[in-house]
């Protein structure tokens, strides 16, 4: 197993691996990710392998941070992806994350993306991280609204892709 990069009160995220190829089948399949994130072509354990060399794994080697594997401490078992972004399109590192359907509604998400915010300034000194949200993703809007951040403005993060929220942090003077 991949150690830890960091822990909170009832998770574990760590980098992901080609361990987790089958975990990955079934998360980046779900109906909720393929409608709010995207469909990221991924229909066998090949590739997944395949999506982790060209998205996390290569993140990890290009900027020391990626999306991650969330696990449960009580029982391993991954439950989602939560971590940080690195997109030309972007003016800074963006929070991602997605939970399988059983791990929603248990705070897992808050707890998750608090973890990485936290990692992201004290850990790795990065001063402003921000989100991007597909509109009709109406808990990850309010998730990232509850946690200081406010909607900016709609953009496109990626060719052909639909708008998107950008979300900032709020400023005390916002």
């Known amino acids: 197993m991949v150690g830890a990069v960091l822990t909170t009160a009832r998770l574990r995220l760590r980098q992901l691996s080609y361990d987790d190829a089958a975990f990955l089948v079934t998360l980046l399949n779900d109906p909720d990710f393929l409608?709010?994130?995207?469909?990221?072509?991924?229909?066998?354990?090949?590739?997944?392998?395949?999506?982790?060399?060209?998205?996390?794994?290569?993140?990890?080697?290009?900027?020391?941070?990626?999306?991650?594997?969330?696990?449960?401490?009580?029982?391993?078992?991954?439950?989602?992806?939560?971590?940080?972004?690195?997109?030309?399109?972007?003016?800074?590192?963006d929070v991602g994350y997605a939970l399988l359907p059983e791990a929603r509604g248990h705070g897992y998400a808050r707890e998750a993306v608090v973890g990485v915010l936290r990692h992201?300034?004290?850990?790795?000194?990065?001063?402003?991280?921000?989100?991007?949200?597909?509109?009709?993703?109406?808990?990850?809007?309010?998730?990232?609204?509850?946690?200081?951040?406010?909607?900016?403005?709609?953009?496109?993060?990626?060719p052909g892709a639909d708008p998107v929220w950008l979300l900032r942090p709020r400023t005390h003077e916002s």
């Open 35 to 93: 409608q709010n994130i995207g469909d990221r072509g991924v229909r066998n354990e090949g590739d997944a392998c395949g999506y982790l060399d060209v998205g996390p794994l290569a993140s990890y080697a290009q900027h020391g941070f990626g999306l991650w594997c969330c696990e449960r401490l009580d029982t391993g078992a991954p439950i989602g992806i939560c971590g940080l972004l690195r997109r030309d399109t972007l003016p800074h590192p």
């Open 120 to 158: 992201a300034r004290e850990r790795l000194q990065l001063s402003e991280i921000v989100a991007i949200v597909s509109p009709a993703n109406e808990r990850s809007l309010h998730l990232l609204e509850a946690l200081g951040y406010e909607r900016r403005e709609m953009l496109v993060a990626a």
